[in-house]
């Protein structure tokens, strides 16, 4: 009864997060898409490892039982605030809040978290941090497809058009050419150097 009452109230907590929707362009504007070219905003495709607890051993076999993974996603506070940092990053242009947002998450280890880090350090200006943040989402997932699609850009807007180029090639490896963030990327390469564009 216990169990069936706390799974009832899990459910009831889950359902009644409002779903913020995000649009496709919203996404390939930096949703934080996971791996696999999905454009998933809530990164389903990574989960980091589960807390570590004391290990119970079966006193018959004395075998530890291996935790379980577990999305930062798979928590209902984390999604909201994720959404949040997403909204103030996309709708509102405040960098530097979406950055204290983020980091507040307690999850910086997460590739979509640090690759928006990185996108605001970017849009900030600051191109050394923002190079970080690329580095260590990509750290975290090397397949995080809208890492390398960002990070392309940020080798574009840094003059590194061959730099940019493997990033597309890597691009295509992990998603293929039709994805959302090969074409951006390759569209952007296509530009005459020093055009001035804002991605």
């Given at each position: 009864m216990i169990k069936s009452s706390m799974?009832?109230?899990?459910?009831?907590?889950?359902?009644?997060?409002?779903?913020?929707?995000?649009?496709?362009?919203?996404?390939?504007?930096?949703?934080?898409?996971?791996?696999?070219?999905?454009?998933?905003?809530?990164?389903?495709?990574?989960?980091?490892?589960?807390?570590?607890?004391?290990?119970?051993?079966?006193?018959?076999?004395?075998?530890?039982?291996?935790?379980?993974?577990?999305?930062?996603?798979?928590?209902?506070?984390?999604r909201e605030a994720y959404r949040t940092a997403y909204a103030t990053i996309y709708e509102h242009n405040d960098y530097g809040a979406a950055i204290d947002q983020l980091h507040a998450l307690g999850h910086d280890e997460h590739p979509n978290v640090a690759n928006l880090i990185g996108y605001s350090y970017r849009k900030l200006g600051d191109y050394k941090q923002s190079q970080l943040w690329y580095e260590r989402a990509l750290k975290a997932d090397p397949n995080h497809v809208l890492t390398w699609n960002y990070y392309g850009l940020w080798q574009i807007e840094q003059g590194n058009r061959d730099q940019a180029q493997y990033h597309l090639t890597r691009i295509a490896a992990i998603c293929g050419t039709d994805c959302e963030e090969y074409r951006s990327l390759a569209a952007a390469l296509e530009k005459p150097p020093g055009t001035g564009l804002v991605y």
């Open positions: 799974k009832l109230a899990a459910l009831a907590a889950f359902l009644t997060v409002p779903l913020v929707p995000f649009s496709p362009s919203a996404i390939a504007a930096g949703g934080g898409g996971g791996g696999g070219g999905g454009g998933d905003p809530y990164g389903s495709s990574y989960s980091a490892p589960a807390q570590s607890s004391p290990q119970q051993k079966d006193r018959k076999t004395q075998k530890a039982r291996k935790p379980t993974k577990q999305s930062a996603f798979d928590d209902p506070a984390f």
